[in-house]
């Protein structure tokens, strides 16, 4: 399955569009929104949270994200379903080790967002903004289980570089590293 591009990404936001074709915005975390961030965690189910804890899930660490956001160490976006943000972020997404060339990607979606194509779009989107800034690949790992989830980064273009047994929560797992090689003008 292709992305679907509505428009380019910048340091501003973007939009990206579901399999119907609904416009769906992505714009930067802000520091002011650690309640939104807080709340989304609250949708995240426990077995969201065994495939995706890249960090805690909880509002003291929105509080730290929010503040660390001028800091220039990651990309952190917020996937909303209208412009204003009113609906709160059913996703979230990051690109950590932002100064180097191959940033670490990471994102979820909230159950009431799945299914229709945004993990696809979203990934794509962090992707575009990697390559606009210049950087030369991205990099995440996934649970070789987690299948909507390897399946959409395949489809947005990871090819697996790596797996290995992860210990995480009383079990151990496949965890496959992939890669995406950004060209210029991606």
């Known amino acids: 399955m292709a992305r679907r591009r509505v428009d380019a990404p910048d340091n501003r936001g973007g939009t990206v569009a579901d399999r119907s074709g609904r416009t769906w915005y992505v714009r930067d975390l802000r520091p002011a929104d650690t309640d939104v961030l807080a709340a989304y965690f609250t949708l995240l189910t426990p077995a969201d949270y065994a495939n995706f804890h890249p960090h805690p899930l909880d509002r003291e660490t929105a509080e730290r994200l929010t503040a660390e956001v001028s ?98 929560g009383g079990r151990e797992r496949d965890e496959v590293g992939m890669r995406c090689t950004l060209r210029p003008g991606r």
């Open 71 to 168: 800091s220039g160490g990651a990309c952190r976006c917020l996937l909303l379903p209208d412009r204003d943000g009113a609906g709160g972020a059913l996703g979230y997404g990051f690109l950590d080790d932002w100064a180097q060339a191959e940033p670490s990607l990471g994102m979820s979606l909230a159950p009431a967002a799945r299914g229709r194509g945004l993990g696809i779009a979203f990934t794509g989107y962090l992707v575009d903004r990697a390559a606009a800034a210049g950087k030369t690949a991205v990099r995440l790992c996934v649970y070789r289980d987690n299948v909507p989830a390897y399946r959409s980064y395949t489809a947005a273009g990871f090819r697996e570089v790596d797996s290995h047994l992860e210990a995480w």
